[in-house]
């Protein structure tokens, strides 16, 4: 079981950064692709972005690309969401998530069924 802990949501301007941060403990955080939800109230969790266990896949849901980007420290245990050019229809709670464990380092998913494993969420607010 992995846990999972972010950090580094809050209220900013339209136009304005942030810079979540997910750190991740417990029995393993090898070899697991690592990716970013939202939700707002009434609507399903969406897929933001996700990060291979290598580094070299990422996958991005096309109203982020360009803005966010999602990279990771292994050695740390540690996975970031940078998020930039922040529009009002970002707020949301984030998510950080942990994949199964499927021995494929170049491995990224979008699928939630995918990922066993959650933090308790972030709150991100951009204010027009």
């Known amino acids: 079981q992995v846990q999972l802990v972010e950090s580094g949501g809050g209220v900013v301007q339209a136009g304005g950064s942030l810079r979540l941060s997910c750190a991740a403990s417990?029995?393993?955080?090898?070899?697991?692709?690592m990716g970013w939800f939202r939700q707002t109230p009434g609507k399903e969790r969406e897929f933001v972005a996700a990060?291979?266990?290598?580094?070299?896949?990422?996958y991005y849901v096309d109203s982020v690309k360009g803005r966010f980007t999602i990279s990771r420290d292994n050695a740390k245990n540690t996975v970031y969401l940078q998020m930039n050019s922040l529009k009002p229809e970002d707020t949301a709670v984030y998510y950080c998530?942990?994949?199964?464990?499927?021995?494929?380092?170049?491995?990224?998913?979008?699928?939630?069924?995918?990922?066993?494993?959650w933090g308790q969420g972030t709150q991100v607010t951009v204010s027009s």
């Open positions: 998530a942990a994949a199964f464990n499927n021995g494929n380092i170049d491995y990224v998913t979008s699928h939630r069924y995918e990922y066993p494993n």
């Open positions: 417990g029995r393993t955080f090898s070899r697991q692709a």
């Open positions: 990060m291979s266990w290598s580094g070299s896949s990422t």
